[in-house]
């Protein structure tokens, strides 16, 4: 009679013997609570009660014993004249410490990563200096690119997806003086044609920007803009690839990470995120 061989347990059978990670505990009633300051958060007023109630779905008594809680702890702050709720001093007081601490190269570095890896595209991250647009991060994707574009390089001011996305937001008298000397070191047929008023305003409206072979032949760029706090464009991230990645279903996959990635980075660094744009032609 044969003997039976022993099971062989493979790598596979072992990870599906294994039971899925539960979800750790938590304090419900502080993730509800928190859905309150949320709902607060989404409004550009301060709240009625009913509009509170509405915006949450708690019943009234329920939502009445967390805003008591809120007010005791200074979270929020009722108005006696009209008996509205708004932030108060303890969220001023938080909100402040959260922002002398925000790093917001870290933060945004951090979303790059993800980006890149989510893509296997070439992805930068550029910031504005006095000479114009310089990388300062620079995250190669699976397919190397030929581009001499690195860590500390300048972006030229033109019709690239990057800098369209520093002349439309950055003031007209801090963009000028650096894209008329780029212009004079060029020969008229490097310069390109002027932009636009009309352009740099569809720009604004769009929540990334596409261009394809603008700096280097056969490669395609899309960016995205990172804004602060204030509301003021503090980085662009940009996704480089290869003609062929970057169209079709591979490039509107790519065009919506990265507009996914510049609302999330918008919104760590306590500003509102832009509306998504068009479809990716």
């Known amino acids: 009679m044969a003997t039976k061989k022993p099971a062989v347990k493979t790598k596979a059978s072992k990870a599906q013997a294994e039971p899925a990670r539960p979800r750790q505990a938590g304090i419900q009633s502080i993730e509800i609570g928190m859905a309150v300051v949320e709902a607060l958060g989404r409004s550009a007023a301060p709240m009625s009660f009913k509009e509170l109630s509405q915006a949450t779905g708690l019943a009234p008594s329920k939502l009445h014993k967390y805003l008591v809680s809120w007010v005791r702890t200074g979270i929020f702050t009722q108005y006696l004249a ?24 870290a933060v945004t570095s951090d979303y790059l990563l993800r980006l890149r890896d989510e893509t296997e595209l070439t992805a930068m991250l550029v910031v504005w200096g006095g ?24 972006v030229p001011l033109g019709n690239t997806a990057t800098s369209l996305l520093f002349l439309a937001y950055l003031p007209d008298a801090m963009t000028r003086p650096v894209l008329e000397l780029q212009r004079k070191q060029l020969t008229p047929e490097e310069r390109g044609p002027e932009i636009t008023r009309q352009e740099l305003e569809q720009v604004r409206s769009q929540a990334s920007v596409v ?42 996959k790519a065009q919506a990470a990265i507009e996914a990635t510049s609302a999330s980075v918008t919104r760590a660094l306590g500003a509102k995120a832009p509306a998504p744009m068009a479809a990716f032609g």
Do not use: K
């Open 211 to 252: 261009t394809r072979s603008a700096l280097i032949r056969g490669i395609d760029a899309i960016s995205a803009p990172v804004f602060n706090a204030q509301g003021a464009l503090t980085a662009v991230i940009t996704l480089l690839g290869p003609h062929e990645q970057m169209r079709g279903a591979t490039g509107r």
């Open 82 to 105: 009209t008996g509205r709720y708004d932030f108060g001093e303890t969220t001023r007081r938080l909100g402040f410490a959260a922002m002398s601490r925000l790093d917001e190269f």
């Open 131 to 154: 000479d114009g647009p310089r990388v300062v991060r620079w995250e190669a994707g699976l397919q190397p690119l030929m581009i001499n574009v690195r860590v500390g390089s300048t």
